[in-house]
């Protein structure tokens, strides 16, 4: 049980650190962030309290745990990886194409 809850404390930690990784100055990056950030402030007072952190978090886990056992399988969190990648890969081609259009739409110009 101890494994099991330090298992999901790193997933956690890892998975929030992810998320304000990223480069600021490339184009789409730190949208990301923001965006998580404003989904845990849900006071809108521009900080985060240790309530709301555990509220996302505790919701994080539970969208991870499919099977509701109250534990996180290796299975489970590698489906989540991989539902992320999925993500990103699909955010990746929509941004390329509005860049896209961006460029075109400057070039008649």
Known sequence: MKIGMQLILVVCMALSLSLFAHDKDAPGKGMMAGEHFKKMDTDGDKKISKEEWQKFHDGMFQEMDKDADGSISADELKEK???????????????KKQGKKKNQAADTE
Do not use: G, I
């Open 81 to 95: 990886r991989m539902d992320q990648k999925d993500k990103m890969k699909e955010k990746a081609k929509e941004n």
